[in-house]
């Protein structure tokens, strides 16, 4: 059974990045969100088959009008939340969060205002750290996610100084090889390891050893997509085996969530997952650091080993943070401060 969700509410973006086709590919359809009702009946569904995490993606998930409702349905029913943007919208929209969101992660590709806007074509920089800011009062754990590929190592530096800066953690990750882009070379992989000791600097040394010694193998697959995150779209299907590759669109069912979980052509999938030709070399992050929970073995004891280092980092910024903001707003005096601005445009 799952015990992560990736909620992709929205299939557009606002950015275009290089190094993802989501902007440019069939996401602008723009797949219809299903009634609040039916997102209930689905989210109380994940529940019911172990989900205690969800994780509200995109595309860009800002950019989603109902997003506050479908935060708002998973805590109301004790889920935990996350949410990753590029923060553009977030500033704007960091009033209706409040109280909703575990987790906030901002992306950023370099610490220069200038290289990162072009990565992204998107005038975002300022925006990112806005949100930080915001999230941070909004009693949000926060942190940055910084992908590192191949042509971005030398912004390592800069990137532990502004860390330092915001006293906010940054997620190094390095970079998988998935739209047509090169993953981080083996041997610049392995040298993220010593970032670890780093304040305010997060690793998975799991996901290093993985990515250096090539990735997923179909053959002895560690991808356990579906079984340990399951992705499930704005339309209300599963997206099996997972987002970037999803084979089948399938109708969930939300008046037996269960018993379609066990039913042959949902075995069928989870059996299968990991184990398709497109599947080696494989990295998708969001997938595979879920999977690595499911076998007591190397991956699983490096990555309890980061993550509890993760935590403890973590947790000492949101002390600072609670003693800097939590006793001088209310949740009242924070909404009147964050006012409502319509960005959306639709
Ligand atoms: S912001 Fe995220 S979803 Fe949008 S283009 Fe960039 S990587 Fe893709
Ligand atoms: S290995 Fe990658 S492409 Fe294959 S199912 Fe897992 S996440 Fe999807």
Redesign the pocket.
Known sequence: MPIACSYYVTTV?????G??D??EGPAHKKPKLVSMEHAEKIIRGLKKLGVRYIDFT???PLLQRNLPELLAIAKKIGLKTGLVS?GYLYPARAHEFIDLVDSASF?LDSSDRDRHNAS?KLQCYDRVIESIELAKRNKQFVNINFSVGNENMDEIPGMMALAKELRTVVHVMPMFGYFGNPALDAELTRQLKYLHKQPYMSVNLAAIKFQAEGGNDPEKPKCKAIKANVAVSQDGKYLLPCYHAAQERMDIDVEDPVGQWKSPAMQEHIKKSGRYDFCKGCTIWCYMTPSFMYTLDSYFLLQAYSYAKDWAKLSSNRMRDAIKYGREVTREELIAENQPVSVLGE
Not at 13 to 17: G, T, V
């Open positions: 973006c606002n950015a275009k990045c190094f993802c989501i902007w995109g595309g860009e590029n992306s992204r």
